[in-house]
């Protein structure tokens, strides 16, 4: 944990508060904002997943880096600079370092997020889908640099399982082979993301925040690799993308990547920007409702955290 006072990790007065009171405290990334969606719906959804962190009686903390300063818990003019902002980078871990040298700013993606929110003090962090193994890996290697972080990093992260354009059995696999624990939230099979489901099966089941936080302990009680915890949290079936809707537009996105030769870390871009055309929109409102959910979901998490 860094203090305050650091020159390149600077918690907002409100989070340095919480952290200091034991207060509850939910990480929130900012690619999202940046990258994710459009203007000027963007600031509105981040300003709405803040209040949804605070309606639970927890305090949000927004990631980004701004001018080489990573920023853990933005104040409105910087919340409306990563809304707005034209240039902003998509940083990840990796990146971090690079960016606080040139005084540069970006958006942080669940990487970058997990490292700050844990550097900072922060155990809890919700966000939409994790990145994982990519299809065709045995071909291209391309995994995200995701699996790496949350192998070595001590949060617990709520997510809607993986973005469904990957490979979800070789990611649970990469998971397991990892040390990271995944546990799904009143579901017994992996959340696909935009879909309920993605009929992977997973070892672990918790029905409360309670259980979540118990599992926090028992991490810290029997030391070891510093590893992540995965809180999967399905999308409501009443709020999932069609499944047949979602998987034809998903064959005819990859078709169209193999055809046009996009690879590398032009892929997931990309996929998900072909979904949201394909679906009309649907993948998109049915992504927010996911990240919506997970929010929820980790405040209460951060609360039964602060408790114990």
Sequence with gaps: MRSAADPILRPSDEVAEALA???PVVALESTIISHGLPQPRNLAVARELEDVVRAAGAVPATIAVLDGVARVGLDEVELERIATESGLRKLGQRDLPVAAALKASGATTVSATSFLAARAGIRIFATGGLGGVHRGWTQAQDESADLDTLAR???TVVCAGVKSILDVPATLQRLETRGAT????????????YLHSSGEPIDWRIESADEAAAIMRGQDGFGGQETALIVANPIPVDQQLDPELHDRVLSEALAAADREGVTGQKITPF???YLVRGTGGASLEANLAAVRGNVALAAQIALAWSRA
Excluded: C, E, K, N
């Excluded at 995944?182 to 993301?193: E, I, S």
């Design 21 to 23: 009171t034991g207060a």
């Design 153 to 155: 990093t001590r949060i």
């Design 182 to 193: 995944v546990a799904g939230y009143r579901t017994d099979t992996f959340p696909g993301f």
């Design 271 to 273: 996929l998900l920007d």
